[in-house]
């Protein structure tokens, strides 16, 4: 059973996208993202697709402040994030955003408690509270029993759900995934698409980036996304 997620109390929505658009530099100059409009709401499960090249990743990349757009407003959770300076964006993206990608990016000599931990270095996370928060997210994903396993020891499964406790060990606002079953078999992608549910349930905010049909059908919400045009 997953414990309850603790995430900020707000009435306003925790994704607001008013015009952002998006354009490479050329020459010729690239329009990756069209001027695009969504909210999501505290609590909305939604799942973004489309085809390779139709703007999935650059829109993950401006959702998850990894990226500026080239005009439009982009709000989290009511704070302007294009208005602040690249150190403020930091800062706001490692209290507000928790990651989960396709590849699990975990440092293999070190723990699954140590790889959460180590995500506390960077959101002013308390020193004598770091051990405690990573033990409690990992117990979130149910692997209270593996906090000392390296990652080599670990299922593809077990690996991915550090991941996710590791996002979820800064109490995001957003839970933000690309493509979080790409690298997992039937099985384990099933594991980890029920803790999605578990976690939208207890009240996170999940977006999910995908091309699989089966991940967009777990959402109570799907967008899409076609020549940089979002269909939200």
Known sequence: MTAPVTTPVTTTPVIELRGLTRTYPGPPPVEALLPADMVIEQGDY??????????????????????????GIYLLDGLDANAMPDRDRSALRGRRIGFVFQSFHL?????????????????????????????????????????DALPTTLSG?????????????????????????GNLDSQNAATVLDLFDELHTAGLTVVVITHDPNVARRANRAVAIRDGVLHA
């Open 107 to 147: 440092l293999p000599y070190r723990t699954a408690e140590e790889n959460v931990l180590l995500a506390q270095l960077y959101n002013r996370t308390p020193r004598a509270r770091r051990r405690a928060f990573a033990q409690e997210a990992l117990a979130q994903v149910g692997l209270a029993h593996r906090i």
């Open 46 to 71: 939604v799942t973004v697709t489309g085809p390779s090249g139709s703007g999935k990743s650059t829109l993950l990349h401006l959702l998850g402040l990894l990226d500026t757009p080239t005009d």
């Open 157 to 181: 499964g077990e690996r991915q759900r550090v991941a996710i406790a590791r996002a979820l060990v800064s109490r995001p606002s957003l839970l933000l995934c690309d493509e979080p079953t």
